[in-house]
């Protein structure tokens, strides 16, 4: 009989489950054995060591048998914005009320309320509290000074600068890097030189100031802060920010140019190690810190020999002038040769054409090229860089794309600097000048340049793969290429994961190095590239080939620090509906539907969260009428969760905590 149960044990392929037993999985992984280990792709940004165990794997298994099982519903909270936790866990960072500072949140644990949570759960077992209970009632009172503690409260911004809620990135364990902006009223606008600083400059009629800081956490210190006056930078979830190491990237919408600074460590008075913002180049009208110098070079010669009475070397001289199209005194604006950037992208074309023999359709789609601009940036390391170039036509309104037209059009008739001056000045901005027509000045008057949220999975866009140490230009891929397709789905980890680096530990061998990585990609595993391909074939059903490559590119680049450490999210550990959650940092629609986490090896149910207010009472019928936003907000490590509910001004928050009671 054992002998046939064998053989039929064999036959069917089964193998025998690993008991998720709390104790079981504790002395599995203190001993290391196999019993506690799950094999999984390394997600690290250097994949040397792809096709092994990570190291952290041995700690996976634990979350089987420990999770946020328990919610508290509608916890009373100070007067504060929760942003996200530190990458070590130990703070969690909120905005305050006023947005010009940010308060400091030490976390006491996910096991500070256990006994108050076991106190209300002696009579028999649930998983949130209950409303009409005056126990629980007083409990939601007090349960956000019971997990959490103030331990600052620090200014950063001036001159009515508000912080920015949906911008917020680590450098490090320590340090946290957050950005404000407040409008320029048009009283104390710049001078034109410093709102437009290259000939592609595109002017919006609403301009702003941003600041950018970098805070110590356990200090409490503001450490460095850099400005930009009259600019437009796209703060919304980092999307013009990205940060790999100690690079810092930062892109300008509106003069096309992305700056980049190095954070250094400096030495304080009281011998401390802080850090700094070292601007290191600029990439746009120049590719390398020293073109400047580099072109006004033989500008600087002409004027040491301007006492020679040779004529002919007058007409030299004026000769280069125009051929180089400034002179040192002269603004970027008004120059009409192109853009460092610029000259790049069409030499690709030019000999990619010149390769195919397409010359007819390079010169027939050069007027297209002249309009694409830089619309979103991402560094894929410390040597490259993924560019997402867009037609200027669809990043502002119709209006002003007209006028910005016009104006690279009068760039490329141009004969002399002069008249790309004048050209520039009649239809860039709102600064006629007495050599405008009637039309032209009633056309710059009435123009609204405002910036457009694209649906980019409609509009064509160009990838540019750029290398920053020899100023190349390596591959520009349209978003309907299926070799781009390719590379995302294979090397998604590349792109989603390459900021993790920026966190540190304390281990001196590896200073950027993150121990705790969770995050399960489809080109690192198996569950979510099922899911991945169960979303194409639906895509597929009602949409092409390029439609579908569209939907799925226009998440490229992809915002720094966007995606959720946490190993509840782990596909590998548990199953959930994406619709609901996923471990992209973006507020789903989901009100007041409960989530619902299934054990990925045995398909039990595990636990639920419940965000939103469940049973409410102000307004039974308000979630009939539309689903609310929930942002969640996950401990790097520990089984707690924050669910933010938002609709209009309202802000419920629910606190998902471990209980020894479980329901399920």
Known sequence: MMSYEFDLFKELNLRKRTPINLVYNLFGRELGTYSCTLFITNTFSNHSNKHEKTKFSLMKRIYLSIYPNYTILNVRMPNCFLRRFSPDGRFIIAFNQQL???????????????????????????????????????????????????????RLTENNELIHRECALFYKNSYLIVASSVFVNEENLPSYDQIATNNEAIH?????????????????????????????????????????????????????????????????????VSYKFVLAKHIGRFCFSDDLDYIQRPMNNQYAYKTRPNPYSESLRLNRRQKFGSTPSTKGYCESSFTGMKQRIISFFYKEALET???????????????????????????????????????????????????????????????????????????????????????????TNIPVILNESAVPFFFVLYDTKTATVLN???????????????????????TLDGFSTNNEQEPYGCTFNFHTLPSNNLYANQLLTRHIKMILKTNT???????????????????????????????????LISNLERPKPIGDQVIKFNLRETGRSCFRLYPGLQNNQTNPQGHLSFKRLVAFIWHPREPFCISVQRATTEYNVNFHVYSKNNLI
């Open 545 to 579: 080939t390029n439609e579908m490559i569209k939907s799925l590119l226009s998440q490229l680049p992809i915002s720094s620090q966007s995606f959720t450490t946490t190993p509840y999210l782990d596909h590998s550990l548990f199953s959930y509906d994406e619709k």
């Open 357 to 447: 023999n397409t010359l007819s359709q390079f010169y027939l789609n050069f007027n297209d090229i002249l309009k694409l601009r830089m619309y979103k940036m991402q560094l894929l390391d410390d040597r490259y860089m993924l560019i997402k170039y867009g037609n200027i036509d669809h990043m502002v309104t119709q209006k002003s794309s007209i006028v910005i037209t016009n104006r690279v059009s009068n760039l490329n008739t141009s004969s002399s600097p002069q008249t790309s001056a004048t050209s520039m000045s009649q239809n860039s901005a709102p600064i006629p000048t007495a050599s405008t027509t009637a039309s032209e000045t009633q056309t710059t008057t009435t123009v």
């Open 204 to 272: 919006y009629n609403t301009m702003e100031n941003y600041t950018i800081y970098l805070v110590d956490i356990n200090q409490a210190f503001l450490c460095d802060k850099i400005t930009f006056t009259a600019d437009k930078i796209n703060l919304t979830h980092n999307q013009s920010l990205s940060l790999y190491k100690n690079i810092f990237a930062i892109l300008s919408q509106q003069n096309q140019t992305i700056h980049i600074y190095y954070i250094m460590p400096t030495l304080t008075t009281e011998r401390n």
């Open 100 to 154: 010009n500072g940010i308060q400091i949140f030490s976390f006491n644990g996910s096991s500070a309320g256990l006994e108050e949570i076991q106190k209300l759960n002696h009579e028999f077992a649930q998983d949130k509290t209950n409303l009409n209970d005056f126990n629980s009632d007083q409990f939601r009172l007090k349960s956000f000074d019971t997990f959490f503690k103030e331990t600052a409260n620090l």
């Open 476 to 498: 520009i891929l349209k978003n309907t290429s299926s070799e781009m397709l390719k590379i995302y789905e294979n090397l998604q980890d590349y792109f989603s994961l390459s």
